[in-house]
């Protein structure tokens, strides 16, 4: 049986440190081989031996190569808790922490970037366990939105009522297609994410500041309805 996104992180609670210095080695290794090979070519066999522990042993750290994905995902999600805390205290303006934000997740995931591409052909399939979208990784998800939500609370932003509970949703989403345009991006040092970030933040704070305006009402009811029915498709059918 695969284990689910919070299973095998949970698990770790209570590990002695030899054990996660085991656990760690095999994620290290695992990540190392998903960028040579590509995650689908990758066994877990290859992955005992890179790491140097016997194949049950990289069993019973880590279930599968879905949960090595999904020990990836906990420990760039726990990281990010604790790297965003001091950068976002020092900046007051929606814009500027955004940025801050998806900065911080571009720089995170530098150095996994082929890792990335490779698991895009295995996690854009959304019926993939590995499917940030998916069930199985609801719970970090959510947290991942949680990040956002954060953002716009300790921003001096004002938000519409009827938005702004839907809003951390958006930005997560917009920060998911960056991240998607940043890894096929071709360009030196990766420079055209950088403009698309300039402008589209810029459309996307210009648009939420006017979204307030009585004229806009009928434009935002209709968005957040588009959103809630994205969310969650039975809404739609409960009205039909």
Do not use: C
Not at 53 to 71: H, N, Q
Not at 140 to 149: A, D, T, V, W
Request: proline content about 5%; overall charge positive.
């Amino acid at each position: 049986m695969k284990a689910t996104a919070g299973q095998d992180h949970r698990a770790r609670r209570g590990s002695t440190p030899k054990a996660e210095d085991t656990r760690r080695r095999i994620l290290a290794a695992a990540l190392d081989l998903f960028q040579e090979h590509g995650f689908a070519e990758t066994t877990m066999r290859d992955i005992a031996r890179r790491a140097g522990v016997a194949t049950g042993a990289a069993y019973y750290y880590l279930s599968s190569k879905e949960a090595i994905v999904m020990a990836f995902y906990w420990q760039t999600h726990e990281e990010m808790d604790q790297v965003s805390r001091g950068p976002l205290r020092e900046v007051r303006d929606l814009r500027g922490r955004l940025r801050v934000l998806i900065d911080l997740k571009l720089r995170q995931f530098r150095p996994y970037r082929a890792f990335l591409g490779a698991l895009f052909r295995s996690a854009g399939d959304p019926s993939s366990p590995l499917s940030p979208f998916g069930e199985e990784t609801r719970e970090i998800r959510e947290q991942s939105i949680g990040h956002f939500r954060e953002a716009i609370e300790g921003s001096d932003a004002r938000i519409p009522a009827d938005l702004a509970p839907h809003l951390p949703l958006l930005l997560w989403l917009y920060q998911m297609g960056v991240i998607l345009f940043w890894i096929h991006d071709r360009s030196p040092s990766q420079t055209s994410t950088q403009r698309l970030l300039d402008y589209s933040l810029d459309l996307i704070v210009r648009a939420i500041r006017v979204s307030r305006f009585p004229l806009l009402a009928p434009i935002r009811k209709a968005a957040v309805r588009l959103v809630t029915v994205v969310n969650d498709p039975t809404v739609l059918e409960e009205t039909e």
